[in-house]
């Protein structure tokens, strides 16, 4: 490996900041400014700057681990992978290929997510493949599948934000959440535009906005719906635009038309003064944007919530359009990438249906199988933890820590506990790899190569920077390793530009097509966006091509059959679990600055644990002096699941009916303990952003 800097980039969140990491003598990695990559032009918040520390040997895994008189202890990996294969071999023979599980993660590159979907429906014939990015974006998915007929986060890049008159951002904390981005919406008031920030805390993002509503947790759709009803009634409708470029609008107006501003005050507690500032400050401008992120999407009516604020665009003429549109903030390093390639439970690469029959015949040619072979969709990733132990007797577990992440976890775990076999593939001892029979040591960000696919849909070429230490293994080479021990000797290389070469073909002629994409061109440029097809049908391996990529989606047309794009008509309806007598608050949930999702990673950085050593439950004094709770007593969380036990974080930024924790801990201040694993019907997305709760204090 050169000892020089290589441009590379984070391996956290979905912005995936550019960064150059230099090998230095003493065997440590130094993070240096990247300033040529347009997303963070050098930026970097603590979580990147500090991500070298979990390739230090002192906190990640150096060995193989196997269960063995109930403690993990090293071992060897022929010894590891017989296990694992030997396991998973024996489940399918007794239970059928069924009962063998796989779970994988939106962390996870393209090569290697397409390979996790292609192990389980070739190597294992299992159907029951799903991953975290469930947990995610797969509202906000379903709902601009539903009306553009396509799913790429953002339709345009992070750099036309600026140039927009309006940005309404919709339960989203980009200053904690993705703090280099922070700058295109400073930008945006800079040059005159307006920022609304819709969450029930005033966050640090909210401190920055022009309006800041504070909506009660759970009623974005309620929300959403009092608005369209006041444009229409203000006559700020483009119903030229409506009817040249949309279907459906006659239903959605009427459903909207039912939500009157005063109703709408009273389910979300936002006054009708806002609603029409809101309303005034979204449509006077020539254009703008809706930007919404996790906290309305991760509701148990998340995609009926989208589909809302969709037709809100559409009804003012703000999709398709220059600096105008509906976005989804997506979350993970590899979010967008992750949801494309086949790691769903419905899935085949290149966004592709796994139910439609040409699409398998395409998948099933390059995969050199017979289409019929290819099982069915499977499940939802919460109703798979559900099954475990039940329907599903062994899994395959890459890149989630499903332990404190999913939701109902106490459940969950107990699920994972009661599992014949768990195989996990991780570069730390998560919590989850703690329970598993067999724990795989990987390689991370650093020390391999691989793509992932930005919140824009800018495909990036993460650069192998470090040479792994002796005795880890890459994902690839774990996957290829399997499959040969249980029959598949061909097919799952462990270079990652091969993969990606299958790839590129596999995806060809789908929704999100790669197949124009190189890693040469990759090493070139600073990302390529898809779609990105080859002009000819047939795609020569390793080929060039001249397609520049599509940085801005539906600017002629929606991706749908007529390229019209789809209202769908939606109407209020109250969370799973409304507050009564006995849980009477409301629990959300959600992230800070310097802790990454499950902690896994994070946790294991001392100025990060420095900076938020633990878990916390923000709330209002009015709901503290009810309570009697000081600041920093220990405080418990009540729901119908569970108890937590964090110190109280008092503040007037929260709604007095509600309360807030973080999620990245483990054990009694563990926040998914309490949420409610209540699935939207159509994205299967839990109801992570609202349950009842009640709150009390504790003696200690
Ligand atoms: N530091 C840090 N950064 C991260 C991550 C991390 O774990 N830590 N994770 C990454 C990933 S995978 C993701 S998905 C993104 C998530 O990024 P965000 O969506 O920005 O993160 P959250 O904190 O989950 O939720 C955003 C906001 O939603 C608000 N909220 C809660 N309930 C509601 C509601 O009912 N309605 C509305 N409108 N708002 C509500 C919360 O108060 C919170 O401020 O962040 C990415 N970046
Ligand atoms: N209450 C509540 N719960 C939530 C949310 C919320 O807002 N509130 N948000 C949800 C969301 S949006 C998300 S995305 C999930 C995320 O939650 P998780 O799925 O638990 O995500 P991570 O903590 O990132 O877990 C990734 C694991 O994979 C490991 N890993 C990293 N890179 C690799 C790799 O290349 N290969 C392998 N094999 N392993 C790797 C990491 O060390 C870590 O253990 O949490 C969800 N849970
Ligand atoms: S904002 Fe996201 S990608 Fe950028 S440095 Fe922080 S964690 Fe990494
Ligand atoms: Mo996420």
Redesign the pocket.
């Known amino acids: 490996m050169p000892n020089s800097a290589t441009p590379t980039h984070c391996p956290?969140?979905?912005?995936q900041c550019g960064m150059n990491l230099t090998p230095a003598p003493d065997g440590t990695v130094e993070v240096s400014e990247r300033a040529d990559f347009p997303v963070n032009r050098g930026a970097l918040?603590g979580?990147g700057r500090t991500a070298p520390a979990v390739l230090s040997s002192r906190v990640r895994l150096t060995s193989p681990l196997v269960r063995s008189g109930g403690t993990l202890v090293p071992a060897t990996w022929d010894e590891a992978l017989d296990r694992i294969a030997g396991e998973l071999s024996r489940t399918r023979t007794e239970h059928g290929p069924d009962a063998c599980g796989v779970f994988g993660g939106?962390g996870l590159t393209n090569e290697k997510a397409y390979t996790l979907g292609k192990f389980a429906r070739v190597v294992l014939g299992t159907s029951q493949i799903d991953y975290n990015g469930r947990f995610?974006?797969s509202s906000a998915a379903a709902g601009g599948m539903k009306a553009f007929g396509l799913d790429r986060g953002l339709p345009f890049p992070l750099e036309d934000i600026p140039k927009s008159g309006c940005v309404i951002l919709?339960?989203?904390?980009?200053a904690?959440?993705?703090p280099p981005s922070l700058r295109f919406f400073t930008e945006l008031r800079e040059n005159g535009g307006t920022l609304i920030v819709?969450?029930?805390?005033r966050?640090r993002?909210?401190e920055q906005a022009d309006l800041h509503l504070m909506?009660?947790?759970?009623?974005?759709l309620a929300?959403a719906l009092g608005l369209l009803h006041l444009v229409v009634a203000e006559g700020r409708t483009d119903e030229a635009y409506i009817a040249e470029r949309t279907a459906g609008w006659e239903d959605a107006r009427a459903a909207a038309m039912a939500h009157w501003p005063e109703y709408v005050e009273r389910i979300t507690g936002v006054p009708v003064p806002q609603l029409r500032e809101t309303v005034r400050l979204f449509c006077e401008p020539e254009s703008a944007m809706v930007l919404?992120?996790?906290?309305?999407?991760?509701?148990s009516k998340g995609t009926d919530t989208v589909s809302a604020w969709i037709n809100l665009c559409l009804a003012t003429g703000r999709a398709g359009r220059p600096f105008s549109g509906y976005g989804c903030?997506?979350?993970?390093g590899n979010?967008q990438g992750g949801r494309e390639h086949g790691q769903k439970a419905d899935q085949l690469p290149g966004y592709r249906k796994l139910d439609d029959p040409a699409a398998r015949a395409h998948v099933a040619e390059v995969w050199g199988v017979d289409p019929d072979s290819l099982p069915g969709p499977g499940r939802s990733a919460y109703e798979l933890l559900d099954a475990l132990g039940t329907d599903i007797k062994s899994l395959l577990l890459m890149g989630s820590n499903p332990v404190v992440s999913a939701p109902h976890a106490a459940h969950v775990e107990e699920r994972i506990r009661s599992l014949d076999f768990l195989a996990v593939c991780d570069v730390v001892l998560s919590e989850t790899a703690a329970l598993a029979d067999v724990v795989l040591p990987v390689t991370q960000w650093a020390e391999e190569t691989g793509t992932t696919t930005n919140l824009e849909g800018r495909v990036l070429l993460r650069r192998q920077a470090i040479t792994p230490p002796d005795g880890i293994r890459g994902d690839l080479e774990v996957m290829h390793e399997l499959a040969d021990r249980l029959g598949v000797e061909k097919g799952f290389p462990t270079d990652p530009e091969e993969v990606f070469e299958e790839l590129r073909r596999a995806s060809a002629g789908g929704p999100a097509d790669y197949s124009g994409i190189t890693y040469r061109r990759l090493a070139e440029e600073n990302g390529v966006f898809w779609p990105c097809p080859m002009p000819e049908k047939d795609v020569p391996a390793g080929a060039e091509d001249v397609h520049p990529g599509t940085a801005r989606l539906f600017l002629d047309r929606f991706a749908t059959p007529d390229g019209r794009a789809r209202f769908v008509p939606v109407s209020h309806r109250a969370i799973a679990e409304e507050p009564d007598e006995e849980y009477p608050v409301l629990l959300?949930?959600?992230?800070?600055?310097?802790?990454?999702?499950s902690g896994a990673q994070?946790r294991r950085v001392d100025e990060l644990n420095a900076a938020a050593p633990g878990p916390f439950v923000e709330l209002h004094p009015r709901l503290a002096e009810r309570l009697g709770a000081a600041e920093g007593d220990p405080v418990a969380v009540v729901s119908r699941r569970g108890r937590a036990v964090a110190p109280a974080r008092i503040t007037l930024g929260i709604r007095p009916d509600t309360v807030?924790m973080?999620f990245?801990w483990y054990g009694e201040g563990r926040a998914n303990t309490l949420t409610n694993p209540a699935l939207d019907p159509t994205s299967r997305m839990p109801e992570?952003?609202?349950c009842a709760v009640r709150v009390e204090t504790v003696e200690r």
């Open positions: 956290y969140c979905a912005l918040c979580k939106g995610c974006m919709v339960g989203s904390n980009p904690e959440t993705m819709v969450d029930p805390r966050t993002t909210a909506p009660r947790p759970g009623t974005d929300l919404t992120a996790r906290g309305p999407e991760q509701q903030l997506t979350g993970q979010g959300t949930t959600g992230r800070v600055v310097a802790q990454y999702q994070t807030f973080p990245h992570f952003k609202a």
